[in-house]
């Protein structure tokens, strides 16, 4: 195994640690000592692991068409001399599980000298350049608006193997990405860890995402990701809109519209952002203009910011998907109050109500918490009756746990683990059976399926497919007479087409359909 002796100074301040940088600092700091590096192998592959919600999976997906661009290959893990661990820190334990795949990572690095790691995301922002210290063979940390940078600091690392980088510093403006030709076919899906809160599917041939902000200010108690993904930053609309054509010019045929609270595009305070005067109503009216766009959907909404504009949206725009998320979070107006949310329980169910006047078959879902400090049973029946009368479709629900330098930290009293545990199974046990009414009134139904992949379930035949209809809802179907060609080639031909389905049968979490007529 090759090394690279060279210095490196403790944790300080965010700041991109290149090469002459680090020299002119340690010899400014006191606090410097050696550290060995292992060289970047200058076989350029990589492999993304992605936890978290949507924001990191559009992330990650912009990154792999970066590195693809330059030259670099996605393969799979096995192959792969540079990992990018992409983080979440929104739920509990967050850092031992990053941890935890590096630790993987190190031991698969045994047989593998050479190998690189770079950590991105909201634990990276945490811990920065921590994660030198621990694991020597991470070579980079980037924060939210350090992605944007983390190509051109990767290629460095290939050139330059002295060289650690950290990306943490939060901008002014939401940092504009390098433009990537690459085709949605290039980049293959990732390893996207689902059921984080608003996590959906990770991306797929047809599909894209595509980010139209950054950031949040709305500092709910429980929340870490103003702090982690800083301010809100809004994208200007020209470089939205240019994304979106050139996702639909490569393949996709559906988009999905990424922030942290886009329903408030466009409302940054100050200069710091770009959107003013359109709004995210006129930016998803854009949007859903692009000649051979089919599907559009967006996430992830604030009760407090919905406009009237994006309501009427629904029953005006043909291709806006019929789905949304809109976290309640806790159905008691005295929790709601303590979380921050700014709304109550009124004003959510008057939302409701106005979006199924809007589009009646829309499908709501949800993120929810319990045991959140101060949250009596009295509160918790509150959540129970809302969910009964908004019938959501799914929801992502957890038990309150403490973030660091959070609101909620400071609040009591804090309630036993044993409570929320409980609660939560009676919670989820009563979605589940909402759940299961819903997609059982499905039945008979037609819909209308995106093809996404080949089935999961190895007992289902290399025909069998799963995609989702118009709402997101996961359908599964066989496509005997289109799957002669053979499993390799159906699985290139088949992924982002769509096919007309009956359903046939509800399944506790999915739809099983029956093909009617041929794939377009
Ligand atoms: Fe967090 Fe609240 Fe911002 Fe959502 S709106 S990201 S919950 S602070």
């Known amino acids: 195994m090759r090394f690279a002796r060279r210095m490196e100074f403790g944790p300080g301040p965010n700041v991109d640690l290149e090469r002459e940088g680090v020299y002119a600092r340690f010899a400014a700091g006191p606090r410097a000592r050696r550290t060995l590096i292992p ?19 559009g992330d990650s997906d912009w990154l792999a068409r970066a590195l693809i661009a330059r030259g670099w290959r996605q393969v799979d893990e096995r192959d792969a001399w540079l990992f990018v661990v992409n983080t979440c820190s929104v739920r509990d334990k967050p850092e031992q599980k990053v941890y935890s795949e590096l630790g993987r990572l190190l031991t698969h690095q045994r047989g593998k000298p050479g190998l690189t ?33 983390a190509p051109d600091a990767l290629d460095r690392l290939a050139e ?99 922030g942290q609270n886009v329903n408030s ?29 089919l599907r559009l959907r967006f996430t992830t909404s604030h009760p407090k910011d919905i406009d009237p504009a994006v309501i009427r949206a629904f029953g005006e725009l043909a291709n806006l998907c019929p789905s949304l998320h809109l976290p309640l979070q806790a159905g008691s107006d005295a929790v709601l109050k303590r979380m921050g949310r700014k709304y109550d329980r009124a004003r959510y169910l008057d939302i409701v109500r106005e979006l199924r006047a809007a ?33 959501f479709e799914s929801s992502f629900s957890f038990c309150y746990s403490d973030r660091p330098g959070v609101a909620a930290v400071r ?38 399926v995106l093809l996404e992949a080949k089935s999961r379930r190895q007992d289902d035949g290399p025909s069998f497919w799963r995609g989702r209809d118009e709402a997101g809802r996961v359908v599964n179907l066989r496509l005997d007479d289109v ?38």
Not at 39 to 57: R, S
Not at 265 to 293: E, K, M, N, T, W
């Open 265 to 293: 595009y466009g409302l940054d305070p100050s200069a710091r952002g770009g959107g003013a005067g359109v709004g995210f109503a006129g930016l998803l009216r854009q949007v859903a203009a692009i000649p051979g766009l």
């Open 359 to 391: 589009r009646p078959e829309l499908s709501l879902t949800t993120d929810l918490i319990v045991g959140f400090p101060g949250e009596t049973e009295e509160d918790f029946a509150a959540t129970l009756e809302m969910m009964e009368r908004v019938r």
């Open 117 to 149: 790691a770079a950590v991105g995301g909201c634990v990276a922002q945490q811990i920065g350049k921590g994660f030198f210290d621990r694991f020597p063979f991470v070579r980079l940390v980037f924060g939210s608006d350090g992605v944007a940078g």
């Open 483 to 520: 799957a002669a060609a053979g499993p390799e080639e159906v699985g290139l031909e088949l992924a982002g087409l769509l096919v007309r389905a009956r359903i046939k049968e509800a399944k506790n979490h999915s739809l099983l359909g029956e093909k009617v007529g041929q794939p377009w």
């Open 160 to 258: 330059d193997p002295s060289a650690r980088i950290a990306l943490l510093d939060f901008l002014a403006a939401y940092p504009e990405r390098q433009d990537v030709l690459t085709p949605v076919a290039a980049a293959p899906a990732f390893d996207a860890d689902q059921g984080e809160p608003g996590a959906g599917p990770a991306t797929q041939k047809g599909q894209a995402f595509v980010n139209i902000m950054q950031g949040c200010d709305n500092f709910c108690a429980y929340c870490i990701v103003p702090y982690t993904r800083g301010r809100q930053k809004s994208r200007q609309p020209e470089a939205v809109l240019a994304e979106c054509r050139q996702r639909v010019e490569q393949g996709a045929r559906e988009i999905t519209l990424l």
């Open 39 to 57: 060289e970047l192998c200058l076989d350029k592959t990589f492999h993304i692991v992605t936890f978290g919600c949507q924001m990191n999976v």
């Open 411 to 448: 609040m009591t009293p804090k309630v036993e683990d044993a409570v929320s545990k409980a609660r939560l199974l009676r919670l989820q046990s009563l979605q589940n059976s909402i759940t299961k009414e819903s997609l059982k009134s499905l039945e008979g139904h037609e819909a209308i």
